[in-house]
């Protein structure tokens, strides 16, 4: 009974309605009307509408209070009163009664859905995990906490905090802390992760009660037990030193991120979620703001941030409709024009969907949109938008699954599909590079081939993850290894690239490279490429023939089209290489797999599983880790979502008082009655739109900041659920 009350993911409206409808009344059925007459006359509609006796209550409440009314339902797990009550609920929305003629919604409801922004969360300073919220605990009280913060390429996660050079004392101040880390990036941030470092002879540890920074396991200011740490701190080498934010677990910059999200962020994920419901056949909605300047601000990041779930979703439809099975990465982007071309209803509405907000307001873009222009160069200007999407969403599918692959709700990491390596490539590899190897090197002479095979992997996964895929639109960044050369002022169609946006990274025999990954290590550290021909070949293996190893591999996969060489402009005798995409396919059958003992992650296809089970992990200095299937994968939530193949574009545009009245009433039109492939469908907005304004129905409201007053607040709610009765807000 509660896996029928479940939503699935192939369910519509329909479908769902004819499955609740014959659970509650024996019989499935559609007409709205019908559906109104057996609820009214229903039991559990009387026992709803007593316990709310006219009131606005919470969920859990309402809950709690139907549980003792009703001592049925009061006998169920909390997950069956859960699918009982988004049953009946829906049902209840559904419901249509006659007025004096007119069909009318049976009730109105209103669902009150309020996010709390995810700032001030801490880590209690503990051995093991745990969280609490800032607000309820102040700083004087226990327990003690710092910011959490992890890693966005490995997942490593440990704490943040300031500390003076000449003072054990570490602060727990929020707001000094993130303004070091954010806004300054100081010298003095310090990271801390549990655990013992076993590099280092003298441990660290920190006091739980008084916060102090000591050697000693009971701290010498207090006597509390204190809680072992590993610090790691690395700044730049500028004149001014700047904290690099750097992850000691897979050696990479700029990768550590305090643990938080702040309310635009969490919006326009419900955004995105509500636009992409199959239940929502009215994908419109209205985003409440206080300022001109909120108003603006929100409309361009709400077009941003959720133009990626669509596009995935989109990306997702290719892999799971393709009849051949995995797809060639070189042929992928001209299966995605096939397919959403046929799909859509005209190459205008494709040129809309698909079109990245950050290069909208090219005049191509504007003039194809702008109806007189459209009629007298609509094929012309076609033709040269389809080009233009052409190179950059080419692009696109090369970071999705490359450079972005780890950052965020991605198609790898919510187990949908993965790029992987031709099998015959790593055989070819083999049959190229085993023998000189084993001859060359002694410390290579009792290498299995599957050590081989498992250490050029390692390595072609690494330059994946790293972004190191070959693509036209980069080739002038690869020559020079200059963030500049991804500048819209040097290509104007490529993705932005700013601040400390990760950059792809590409091999390189360079010393002293500042970008890219140079596999020759240095005779005063240990690279990771030192690091995984120690762990994945053989443990004695020194820098000077690490160095040697690696320069016989890329030379034979540059020999046998695996790699392409590009000369850099650094010097005579230095090159970068990049993965050459022909040796990539994408794959939906994937699994994940673990290394328990330091939590790497890697999603693999499902017909790789013999080469990597057992394989030494990838993740920097992982000692005696290696991968297994991991069998309690997380992110099914985000599979189902890309995996509905459902995809609507989210056209957000602004309305204030400081737009003049012609622009006002023109997106108010749009908004109402379409009539152009990228109408608004999104209104942020200022108090203009509380009262006086027509823009037809609507189901959802948005209030992204709390009014001034009571008054304002029900104006603003106000204006979803007139025609249907049901409004989410």
Same mark, same amino acid.
């Given at each position: 009974?509660?896996?029928?009350?479940?939503?699935?993911?192939?369910?519509?409206?329909?479908?769902?309605?004819?499955?609740?409808?014959?659970?509650?009344?024996? =019989?499935?059925?559609?007409?709205?009307?019908?559906?109104?007459?057996?609820?009214?006359?229903?039991?559990?509609?009387?026992?709803?509408?007593?316990?709310?006796?006219?009131?606005?209550?919470?969920?859990?409440?309402?809950?709690?209070?139907?549980?003792?009314?009703?001592?049925?339902?009061?006998?169920?797990?909390?997950?069956?009163? +859960?699918?009982?009550?988004?049953?009946?609920?829906?049902?209840?929305?559904?419901?249509?009664?006659?007025?004096?003629?007119?069909?009318?919604?049976?009730? !109105?409801?209103?669902?009150?859905?309020?996010?709390?922004?995810?700032?001030?969360?801490?880590?209690?300073?503990?051995?093991?995990?745990?969280?609490?919220?800032?607000?309820?605990?102040?700083?004087?009280?226990?327990?003690?906490?710092?910011?959490?913060?992890?890693?966005?390429?490995?997942?490593?996660?440990?704490?943040?905090?300031?500390?003076?050079?000449?003072?054990? =004392?570490?602060?727990?101040?929020?707001?000094?802390?993130?303004? /070091?880390?954010?806004?300054?990036?100081?010298?003095?941030?310090?990271?801390?992760?549990?655990?013992?470092?076993?590099?280092?002879?003298?441990?660290?540890?920190?006091?739980?009660?008084?916060?102090?920074?000591?050697?000693?396991?009971?701290?010498? #200011?207090?006597?509390?037990?204190?809680?072992?740490?590993?610090?790691?701190?690395?700044?730049?080498? /500028?004149?001014?030193?700047?904290?690099?934010?750097?992850?000691?677990?897979?050696?990479?910059?700029?990768?550590?991120?305090?643990?938080?999200?702040?309310?635009?962020?969490?919006?326009?994920?419900?955004?995105?979620?509500?636009?992409?419901?199959?239940? +929502?056949?009215?994908?419109?909605?209205?985003?409440?703001?206080?300022?001109?300047?909120?108003?603006?601000?929100?409309?361009?990041?709400?077009?941003?941030?959720?133009?990626?779930?669509?596009?995935?979703?989109?990306?997702?439809?290719?892999?799971?409709?393709?009849?051949?099975?995995?797809?060639?990465?070189?042929?992928?982007?001209?299966?995605?024009?096939?397919?959403?071309? +046929?799909?859509?209803?005209?190459? /205008?509405?494709?040129?809309?969907?698909?079109?990245?907000?950050? %290069?909208?307001?090219?005049?191509?873009?504007?003039?194809?949109?702008?109806?007189?222009?459209?009629?007298?160069?609509?094929?012309?200007?076609?033709?040269?938008?389809?080009?233009?999407?052409?190179?950059?969403?080419?692009?696109?599918?090369?970071?999705?699954?490359?450079?972005?692959?780890?950052?965020?709700?991605?198609?790898?990491?919510?187990?949908?599909?993965?790029?992987?390596?031709?099998?015959?490539? %790593?055989?070819?590899?083999?049959?190229?590079?085993?023998?000189?190897?084993?001859?060359?090197?002694?410390?290579?002479?009792?290498?299995?081939?599957?050590?081989?095979?498992?250490?050029?992997? &390692?390595?072609?996964?690494?330059?994946?993850?790293?972004?190191?895929?070959?693509?036209?639109?980069?080739?002038?960044?690869?020559?020079?290894?200059?963030?500049?050369?991804?500048?819209?002022?040097?290509?104007?169609?490529?993705?932005?690239?700013?601040?400390? $946006?990760?950059?792809?990274?590409?091999?390189?025999?360079?010393?002293?490279? =500042?970008?890219?990954?140079?596999?020759?290590?240095?005779?005063?550290?240990?690279?990771?490429?030192?690091?995984?021909?120690?762990?994945?070949?053989?443990?004695?293996?020194?820098?000077?023939?690490?160095?040697?190893?690696?320069?016989?591999?890329?030379?034979?996969? #540059?020999?046998?089209?695996?790699?392409?060489?590009?000369?850099?402009?650094?010097?005579?005798?230095?090159?970068?290489? /990049?993965?050459?995409?022909?040796?990539?396919?994408?794959?939906?059958?994937?699994?994940?797999?673990?290394?328990?003992?330091?939590?790497?992650?890697?999603?693999?296809?499902?017909?790789?599983?013999?080469?990597?089970?057992?394989?030494?992990?990838?993740?920097?200095?992982?000692?005696?880790?290696?991968?297994?299937?991991?069998?309690?994968?997380?992110? !099914?939530?985000?599979?189902?979502?890309?995996?509905?193949?459902?995809?609507?574009? $989210?056209?957000?545009?602004?309305?204030?008082?400081?737009?003049?009245?012609?622009?006002?009433?023109?997106?108010?039109?749009?908004? =109402?009655?379409?009539?152009?492939?990228?109408?608004? +469908?999104?209104?942020?907005?200022?108090?203009?739109?509380?009262?006086?304004?027509?823009? &037809?129905?609507?189901?959802?409201?948005?209030?992204?900041?709390?009014?001034?007053?009571?008054?304002?607040?029900?104006?603003? $709610?106000?204006?979803?659920?007139?025609?249907?009765?049901?409004?989410?807000?």
């Amino acid at each position: 009974l509660s896996e029928a009350m479940e939503i699935h993911p192939s369910d519509d409206l329909e479908s769902y309605i004819l499955r609740q409808t014959k659970l509650w009344f024996d =019989k499935e059925i559609k007409a709205e009307l019908e559906v109104g007459e057996q609820v009214l006359f229903h039991q559990f509609t009387r026992t709803m509408f007593d316990v709310l006796d006219n009131k606005i209550l919470d969920y859990e409440l309402f809950r709690e209070e139907l549980i003792k009314t009703d001592k049925t339902f009061g006998k169920l797990s909390a997950d069956e009163q +859960n699918h009982i009550l988004t049953s009946f609920l829906a049902l209840l929305s559904y419901s249509k009664r006659k007025d004096n003629g007119r069909t009318t919604p049976l009730t !109105t409801i209103q669902i009150q859905f309020w996010i709390r922004e995810m700032r001030r969360l801490m880590r209690q300073i503990a051995d093991l995990p745990a969280f609490f919220w800032r607000d309820e605990v102040p700083r004087s009280s226990e327990p003690k906490g710092l910011p959490m913060v992890y890693c966005r390429e490995c997942g490593h996660s440990g704490w943040v905090t300031v500390k003076r050079p000449d003072d054990n =004392k570490i602060s727990d101040d929020n707001a000094q802390i993130a303004r /070091a880390v954010i806004e300054e990036r100081s010298k003095k941030v310090r990271y801390l992760f549990p655990g013992e470092n076993p590099n280092e002879l003298f441990q660290n540890y920190v006091c739980p009660k008084c916060m102090t920074l000591t050697q000693d396991q009971n701290c010498v #200011i207090c006597g509390h037990d204190a809680v072992v740490v590993q610090v790691h701190h690395r700044v730049s080498k /500028a004149k001014t030193p700047r904290d690099m934010a750097h992850c000691p677990s897979c050696d990479t910059p700029f990768s550590l991120s305090i643990a938080g999200s702040q309310a635009a962020s969490l919006s326009s994920v419900s955004i995105s979620h509500l636009f992409q419901s199959a239940f +929502n056949n009215d994908k419109k909605l209205l985003a409440f703001t206080d300022s001109v300047q909120d108003s603006s601000h929100r409309a361009s990041f709400f077009s941003a941030r959720t133009y990626r779930f669509g596009l995935r979703t989109a990306i997702q439809a290719i892999v799971e409709n393709d009849g051949k099975g995995d797809i060639l990465f070189t042929e992928f982007t001209d299966k995605f024009f096939d397919y959403w071309l +046929n799909e859509l209803n005209s190459p /205008a509405d494709f040129i809309a969907t698909f079109m990245p907000p950050d %290069i909208k307001e090219m005049h191509q873009y504007i003039d194809y949109m702008d109806i007189v222009t459209w009629q007298e160069k609509k094929e012309e200007l076609e033709k040269e938008l389809l080009a233009i999407l052409n190179k950059r969403l080419s692009w696109e599918f090369t970071i999705e699954y490359g450079l972005n692959l780890r950052l965020g709700r991605t198609l790898t990491k919510s187990l949908c599909s993965s790029v992987y390596i031709h099998p015959e490539t %790593i055989e070819t590899i083999l049959s190229d590079i085993a023998e000189p190897l084993q001859n060359d090197f002694v410390l290579l002479r009792n290498c299995e081939d599957t050590q081989i095979k498992q250490f050029v992997l &390692g390595l072609l996964t690494r330059v994946v993850d790293r972004g190191g895929i070959d693509h036209p639109m980069i080739r002038s960044y690869i020559e020079n290894e200059s963030q500049f050369m991804l500048y819209k002022y040097k290509n104007p169609y490529m993705s932005p690239f700013g601040g400390n $946006i990760r950059l792809p990274k590409f091999l390189t025999n360079r010393q002293g490279a =500042k970008i890219f990954d140079c596999y020759n290590t240095s005779q005063r550290g240990i690279s990771w490429f030192l690091d995984w021909a120690r762990r994945s070949l053989n443990e004695n293996i020194d820098t000077n023939t690490s160095n040697a190893i690696y320069d016989a591999v890329v030379q034979s996969l #540059i020999k046998i089209n695996v790699l392409n060489e590009y000369v850099s402009v650094h010097g005579k005798g230095n090159f970068a290489y /990049a993965l050459n995409p022909e040796m990539l396919s994408i794959s939906k059958d994937v699994i994940p797999l673990i290394s328990p003992n330091d939590g790497s992650h890697q999603i693999i296809r499902k017909d790789d599983k013999s080469l990597w089970y057992k394989m030494p992990s990838i993740a920097y200095r992982g000692k005696n880790c290696f991968y297994e299937v991991d069998e309690s994968p997380r992110g !099914t939530y985000y599979q189902k979502v890309y995996k509905s193949g459902r995809i609507k574009r $989210i056209f957000a545009q602004e309305h204030s008082s400081i737009l003049s009245r012609e622009k006002r009433e023109k997106v108010e039109s749009l908004f =109402k009655d379409g009539g152009m492939p990228d109408a608004p +469908n999104l209104i942020t907005c200022t108090p203009t739109m509380e009262m006086g304004i027509d823009v &037809g129905d609507l189901s959802a409201t948005m209030v992204c900041s709390i009014p001034p007053s009571t008054t304002n607040y029900l104006q603003r $709610i106000g204006r979803a659920g007139r025609s249907t009765g049901n409004a989410l807000v």
